[in-house]
């Protein structure tokens, strides 16, 4: 009992020195920034006295802004947001473009991450054979699979065994058990590492099994583990033979970069055995301590040769981070597994990321709604979705589609709710039904489809998944998880409050201002 005090009050230490240097980085990141405004500010104030020269700038300065902008291969929604900005004030304006978001192409983090993504595809299988299989079975499925193969990058697979989770709580017995067979490595990439009981579970396997020789490897995003990561985290992971490093480090300067994170949930063991879905490593997330009501989030686990794209995604952040070249066919799923694996369905795990002007993500969701006969069901953290999305979720409602989508009932970032519920009197009006989960949080983020599409992964249907993030899912073609994701969907909505268009025309004019100020900042958020 003493032991387990004392192991508990470390753990609190820890975590509080984590929050304490968090904290103290923080301060140092928000001084400098503050510094670099009141820096603009004073050259402004020189300019006011300036004023013909300075109205002349900001004119042409926001007219060229504002030209670039449209002519931007981007959404317009997000094009908006921005050409917004920048004409209400014009100079400051302009000048945030231009080092926030006009340049971001041409940092060099982004193009070590197209070197490292481009390079790894040649280890790609081809799958000509079972895109055949798909399109004499489904032309539908195949528009799908096609893309995501050829355009995206990541093949489809047969001989690939799939188990769907319903709750972070079994997802987490799982990984726990799965992690404990390793013999050869481990790959894990996490948006959020808290320290806690599901972390620390983890962990005492990955001591163990970094003992015994396995590659244990842990790539996390460093803005999504800063608070709630010790000072020396790096150190004491390699200490106990695991090799860290982190995603995007957050730096002091006003930079877009910052907006680009690892939000992807990945675990790989041995090469033929994946994890990934909505669940980070947090107590919150397995129903320990959570501030928002009960936490609803959703895993799947894979066996078998589908894994393979798991493990180049993973790969190819490694290589982007820390420029090691090693031989990837070292880590291919049946090197360490010779006992074949039944084929369930097909199967195809994907990754997005913000690097390739691609939105995949987006565009598989937009797939898979406008070719839906009968039903789509959808649950999602965040409803923060731009014309293209509303068009589609609209159209196919008004088409006679049973269009549902799961939104949370206890918000955990109440402005972000604010938006999401902005979005509401659209879609009901046009016949979407929307679902509130009255006991607490929905985190997971699922699709599934007449019964013989589905994905689930890690992309919310919101700008930041959407376009600046690293995601990761997996799409499913006639697997019996299809089902179980559909049953999942129907009793999480058992416990929901249906939206109404009586409640939203109730919504006060407050708020109703609130949300559309909001709304137009929305891609910004």
């Known amino acids: 009992m003493e032991k387990k005090r004392d192991v508990k009050k470390s ?35 020189i300019a006011r006295n300036y004023v013909f020269y300075w109205r002349t700038s900001a004119i042409l300065l926001t007219m060229f802004v504002v030209l670039y902008i449209v002519n931007k291969p981007e959404n317009p929604a997000y094009k908006l947001a921005w050409i917004v900005l920048v004409m209400s004030v014009p100079l400051v304006g302009g000048a945030m473009y231009v080092a926030l978001a006009g340049n971001r192409t041409r940092m060099k983090f982004i193009e070590d991450a197209k070197e ?23 032309k539908s499925a195949s528009v799908q699979s096609t893309y995501i193969s050829t355009t995206v990058g990541f093949p489809a697979y047969k001989n690939t065994n799939v188990k769907y989770f319903p709750t972070g709580e079994e997802n987490y017995k799982r990984l726990k058990e799965e992690l404990k067979k390793a013999k050869h490595f481990i790959f894990m990439e996490y948006f959020i590492i808290k320290q806690g009981e599901m972390w620390n579970g983890v962990l005492d396997i990955l001591k163990d099994k970094a003992k015994e020789g396995v590659d244990v490897r842990l790539i996390y995003d460093d803005f999504g583990c800063a608070m709630h990561m ?17 995603f995007n480090p957050i730096e002091p300067i006003i930079n877009l970069r910052q907006n680009n994170r690892d939000h992807r949930k990945i675990t790989v063991i041995d090469g033929h055995t994946g994890f990934t879905g909505g669940i980070n490593l947090a107590d919150e997330y397995i129903n320990i301590g959570s501030k928002y009501g009960h936490w609803k989030d959703t895993g799947i686990m894979l066996k078998g040769n589908g894994v393979w794209n798991l493990t180049v995604m993973f790969l190819q952040t490694w290589r982007m981070l820390t420029k090691e070249d090693e031989d990837y066919t070292l880590y291919v799923p049946m090197k360490h597994k ?42 999602t953290p965040y409803l923060i979705i731009d014309n293209e999305m509303m068009t589609a979720l609209t159209l196919a409602a008004k088409s ?92 999480t909505q058992a416990k929901c409050h249906r939206i109404t268009l009586d409640e939203l025309n109730k919504t006060g004019a407050v708020k109703r201002l609130g949300q559309s100020i909001l709304r137009l900042l929305a891609p910004l958020m």
């Open 338 to 379: 010779r006992t074949p694996i039944y084929t369930d369905g097909y199967i195809q795990p994907y990754g997005d990321t913000p690097v390739d002007n691609e939105v995949a993500g987006e565009n598989i969701y937009l797939n898979m709604i406008n070719k839906a006969k009968h039903y789509v069901y959808i649950t």
């Open 230 to 246: 010790p000072s020396r985290f790096i150190a004491e992971m390699k200490a106990c033979g695991i090799r860290a490093v982190p």
């Open 400 to 491: 006679g589609i049973d269009v549902r989508i799961i939104t949370p009932g206890v918000p955990d970032k109440k402005l972000v709710f604010m938006v999401t519920q902005s979005y509401y009197y659209e879609l009901v009006s046009a016949g979407v039904k929307i679902y509130q989960y009255t006991p607490g949080f929905v985190h997971a983020k699922t699709v599934v489809v007449d019964d013989t599409v589905a994905t689930v992964g890690t992309i919310n249907f919101d700008y930041r998944s959407l376009y600046l993030h690293f995601e990761c899912g997996v799409w499913m073609f006639n697997s019996a998880a299809i089902y179980e994701i559909k049953d999942d969907f129907l009793d």
């Open 11 to 45: 753990n609190i230490g820890s975590a509080n020195i984590g929050r304490r240097v968090f904290i103290a980085r923080l301060g140092i990141t928000v001084l400098l920034i503050v510094l670099q405004i009141l820096l603009l500010i004073y050259f402004y104030k």
């Open 116 to 138: 490292s993504h481009v390079d790894i595809f040649k280890y790609m299988p081809k799958d000509v054979g079972i895109q055949q299989e798909i399109k004499t079975i489904s």
